[in-house]
């Protein structure tokens, strides 16, 4: 773990991981492991929202206790497999505001083309976290976070499931300021940008397409 990369390395989260990488695994089952991965993941990349008390009262006394801070945090879905992550994470924080950054990769440079960009309001005063399953040229990771930061956001986290060496390299080139929560770093791309050994295109599986 450094300030920039943390590999969440629990026990359940890699063990889901593994279910996943598996070519068998169905999409019904993908997607399901998906929502669970992130849940946890999600404990990681929120451990250090600030809090603040509230006088509440218990059934034996009153007590200040612990809540969470300033505005709501954001949450930003890359287009289209980082919805995988998104739904598990609302789940927990249901109250997190949600964007949306459409971004496909051309097949032939590899570069990411912007088709859709909407983001919540003031995002200069709210943690804001780009969840994405597959950090792999990184191409596309700091396209997004490129528009959060146009937008205004200062505070970003990315949430991914699985990166590569390249993928982190280019973010740490292009954001130093964005800290990575990942499950994995695997080993390499391939000749086509495709994460070694991976777990295939993430938005195919999650979804059932080719």
Do not use: W
Request: net charge negative; charged share 25%; glycine share 6%.
């Amino acid at each position: 773990m450094t300030d920039h990369f943390t590999l969440v390395r629990h026990p359940l989260v890699q063990h889901k991981l593994t279910l996943m990488r598996q070519k068998e695994t169905s999409t019904a089952l993908f997607r399901q492991l998906l929502r669970e991965i992130s849940q946890l993941l999600a404990y990681e990349v929120t451990r250090t929202l600030t809090l603040t008390t509230q006088r509440i009262e218990t059934p034996i006394c009153e007590m200040d206790a612990p809540v969470l801070d300033g505005r709501k945090l954001a949450l930003v879905s890359i287009l289209r497999a980082g919805n995988g992550l998104l739904d598990g994470i609302l789940e927990l924080v249901p109250s997190a505001r949600v964007g949306f950054v459409g971004l496909y990769r051309d097949e032939k440079t590899l570069k990411p083309v912007q088709y859709y960009c909407k983001l919540p309001e003031k995002l200069d005063e709210r943690l804001v976290i780009a969840v994405d399953p597959m950090l792999a040229t990184g191409n596309s990771s700091v396209a997004a976070i490129d528009l959060l930061k146009a937008a205004g956001a200062t505070d970003i986290r990315f949430l991914c499931l699985l990166a590569s060496p390249e993928g982190v390299a280019r973010m740490k080139e292009a954001h130093p300021d964005v800290p990575i929560v990942t499950a994995a770093l695997d080993d390499s791309l391939d000749e086509n940008g495709y994460i070694v050994p991976g777990l295939g295109d993430a938005g195919d599986r999650m979804f059932g397409t080719k």
